[in-house]
């Protein structure tokens, strides 16, 4: 696991417990489906006015006919390794937009994935 998380990207406001199971739902997918031995990154970076949040995995990648449905409750992709409910990334997408932000997935197969979570950055002036 990598992280590539640099100081000073600016603060987003959430509940900490909540988010963590967000991002907790995302890094032991991104593990599961990546090779042994393989690198899991985890990356921020500002993007206008939301900090993005990145895991990367070496994984097989997902069909583009079931990008769209991979946060929907209990989906478990053809292929996937066996030992997940299909709730994970739901629930993941659920706590995010709870948090105003946003949720998605860039794959390819046999390129692996990018699941990213992006959210309202905390106005420099401190408002809500």
Same mark, same amino acid.
């Given at each position: 696991?990598?992280?590539?998380?640099?100081?000073?990207?600016?603060?987003?406001?959430?509940?900490?417990?909540?988010?963590?199971?967000?991002?907790?739902?995302?890094?032991?997918?991104?593990?599961?489906?990546?090779?042994? #031995?393989? %690198?899991?990154?985890?990356?921020?970076?500002?993007?206008?006015?939301?900090?993005?949040?990145?895991?990367?995995?070496?994984?097989?990648?997902?069909?583009?006919?079931?990008?769209?449905?991979?946060?929907?409750?209990?989906?478990?992709?053809?292929?996937?390794?066996?030992?997940?409910? #299909?709730?994970?990334?739901?629930?993941?997408?659920?706590?995010?937009?709870?948090?105003? #932000?946003?949720?998605?997935?860039?794959?390819?197969?046999?390129?692996?994935? %990018?699941?990213?979570?992006?959210?309202?950055?905390?106005?420099?002036?401190?408002?809500?």
């Amino acid at each position: 696991l990598r992280s590539e998380v640099l100081p000073g990207l600016g603060e987003v406001s959430v509940d900490g417990d909540r988010i963590q199971i967000a991002f907790a739902n995302l890094l032991q997918n991104a593990i599961r489906h990546s090779p042994r #031995g393989e %690198t899991v990154v985890f990356r921020a970076r500002v993007e206008g006015f939301d900090v993005r949040f990145e895991v990367v995995d070496a994984g097989e990648g997902i069909a583009a006919e079931h990008l769209q449905v991979v946060f929907e409750k209990y989906v478990q992709l053809p292929g996937a390794p066996p030992g997940g409910a #299909g709730l994970g990334l739901f629930i993941a997408k659920e706590i995010v937009e709870a948090h105003g #932000g946003r949720i998605g997935v860039e794959s390819e197969p046999g390129k692996g994935s %990018t699941f990213w979570i992006s959210l309202p950055l905390v106005p420099a002036d401190g408002s809500e």
